[in-house]
């Protein structure tokens, strides 16, 4: 019986043998199907995200192309650049775009020129409107090749991503030194020393300062959606342009500038101080002035501010001497509104321009412009000193202010320049942080500027850039030099008392002015990038 049933079982055992091959086969070609599938779905998924990575990069790049159009820019001229970033950076990913029937690549730039009706391109077009920005759409198609599909006929798989980019706009404050000195590049007695005569084109180094500015404003607004300020200080800050992309007006504003020329002529000469006090001119009789800090005397035909002196002696009434201070001669001297190095007002102002606050300020006519959060905020401060003019509100006679001139610092007042005070006291390792304090002085008014254009104390958040012209910067009065350690200040790590947050270059002439000036263009070009 036992034999019966092995035999019978061999039988059938032999007549199914074939049908589990068959079976094994089949479920083997479904498995490797199945692998293949997976291996190839998986290598589609690398690819994609690839692409994706690939196709971000590259709408970065290419939003670093935006360039300021000519009146004979077409659309092909203003999108080439930025497809060739945009190729570049794809080349660098390996990723070959697909090339239609043309042989092109299929790489496509959109931008607010090339779809003017697109909201998510025109930010004009939103509800409510918003300023245009540097946004682009770029579209990349790869033909990505398979492994096991191929055996199917699926040779490769068409794959697209699509990422849009926007790149920050710039808003720069150009904040620049108006004072007498910058004249000075002309020899003493020389009549091109004095403001009124060379002012408007001819002083220096100030009208070479006006150029390498212009050429600044060309190189450093790349796009037609960067803006920029222009403010200029001497006893006080000035704006001069408010945040504009308009490169010609930009132009005009800078070159429009001029060297402070003071109240006009002093209503005295060399000679007469040699030959008589002037307190005792019966025609310059004190007359107070509202409003006045105590023991403040000053003139009538001079009331706080600067004059043209001259010197007759020299047969000739065109002999420029410096500016002078009438109410440094007074009875009871006190030259604390004679300062014409206000940086720390011209920060102020940068600040404020940024955040689009105009208060307390004298601006000109028009619209004023918004703050941009956006954009990357930058100032620009040139100036050839050390600050020793400064204002701040007079809380004992509101809304009028009163000046940061401490008398302790009037001692250093009396350079064979003028009878400019100093207000400072010439140490740059002394802070003093308290307003109230009665040492604070013109330095400490400029720093304190510094801290909020920083954003240390609530303000801009700006990148600052100072620079520090000829060797009056250099200054040292026993202690160091003053004003190059100003414009160090936000240079300075903080474990330093800095603000770890901006560039200084100095320059001891004007001829290496462009180079400064295309040096910030170009780390303004890299922040932007990163």
């Known amino acids: 019986m036992i034999k019966s049933f092995r035999k019978a079982f061999r039988k059938k055992n032999g007549k199914e043998r074939g049908q589990v091959l068959v079976i094994v086969a089949l479920v083997l ?26 196709t971000d990069a590259a709408a970065l790049a290419a939003t670093g192309e935006f360039k300021r ?137 100030f009208e070479t300062l006006k150029k390498s500015a212009r050429k600044f404003a060309d190189r450093v607004l790349f796009s037609p959606y960067d803006r920029m300020a222009v403010v200029h200080f001497d006893q006080r800050a000035h704006l001069d342009l408010a945040m504009t992309t308009d490169l010609g007006l930009i132009d005009d504003a800078i070159m429009g500038l001029t060297v402070t020329e003071g109240l006009g002529r002093c209503p005295y000469t060399q000679d007469d101080l040699a030959k008589a006090p002037y307190g005792n001119d019966p025609v310059l009789i004190p007359a107070p002035v509202p409003f006045a800090s105590p023991g403040y005397t000053p003139y009538t035909k001079d009331p706080g501010g600067t004059c043209r002196l001259f010197n007759h002696d020299s047969g000739s009434d065109k002999k420029f001497q410096y500016m002078d201070c009438p109410m440094a001669y007074s009875p009871n001297p006190d030259p604390s509104q004679c300062g014409t190095t206000n940086i720390g007002e011209g920060i102020v102002y940068a600040d404020n321009i940024l955040l689009g606050q105009y208060t307390n300020m004298t601006v000109p006519p028009g619209p004023l412009p918004s703050k941009r959060d956006e954009s990357l905020w930058v100032m620009v401060l040139l100036t050839d000193g050390s600050a020793n003019a400064g204002y701040a509100e007079d809380t004992l006679h509101p809304p009028s202010i009163k000046p940061i001139c401490p008398a ?19 140490n740059p390792g002394v802070r003093h942080k308290d307003k109230t304090d009665s040492n604070y002085d013109a330095d400490d008014y400029a720093r304190d500027a510094f801290d909020e254009l920083a954003n240390k104390t609530g303000g801009a958040g700006a990148l600052i850039f100072t620079i520090g012209m000829t060797g009056a910067v250099k200054a040292n ?8 350690s100003l414009l160090k200040y936000p240079t300075l790590p903080t474990d330093q008392g ?10 001891d002439g004007s001829s290496e002015l462009n180079s400064i000036f295309l040096g910030i263009a170009n780390k303004i070009a890299t922040r932007i990038s990163e």
């Not at 003017?116 to 682009?136: E, H, N």
């Not at 009037?410 to 006291?425: E, I, R, V």
């Not at 009065?477 to 190059?484: D, T, V």
């Not at 800095?498 to 320059?507: C, E, N, Q, R």
């Open 408 to 426: 302790y610092t009037w001692a250093y007042s009396w350079f064979d320049t003028g009878h400019l005070p100093q207000c400072n006291d010439s």
């Open 29 to 54: 070609t479904a498995l490797i199907g199945l692998v293949g599938l997976a291996i190839d779905s998986g290598y589609l998924y690398v690819s994609y995200s690839r692409l994706r990575r690939a």
């Open 69 to 205: 159009t000519s009146p004979t820019s077409t659309i092909a001229d203003i999108i080439a650049p930025m497809k060739a970033a945009a190729q570049q950076q794809l080349k660098m990913n390996d990723v070959v775009p697909k090339e239609d029937a043309a042989g092109a690549q299929m790489v496509k730039i959109e931008t607010c020129f090339t779809n003017p009706t697109d909201t998510d391109l025109c930010l004009k077009l939103r509800t409510p409107p918003q300023d245009d920005a540097k946004i682009i759409r770029v579209t990349v198609t790869e033909n990505v090749p398979t492994f096991f599909l191929a055996v199917v006929g699926i040779h490769s798989v068409s794959m697209t991503a699509v990422s849009i980019s926007k790149a920050a706009s710039v808003d720069v404050v150009l904040v620049l030194d108006s004072s007498e000195s910058m004249t000075y590049d002309a020899q003493k007695e020389d009549a091109m020393r004095d403001p009124n005569t060379c002012n408007p084109h001819l002083c220096e180094p």
């Open 477 to 484: 009065h026993g202690y160091g030099p003053i004003g190059e």
């Open 498 to 507: 800095g603000l770890d947050d901006g560039a200084y270059a100095f320059t």
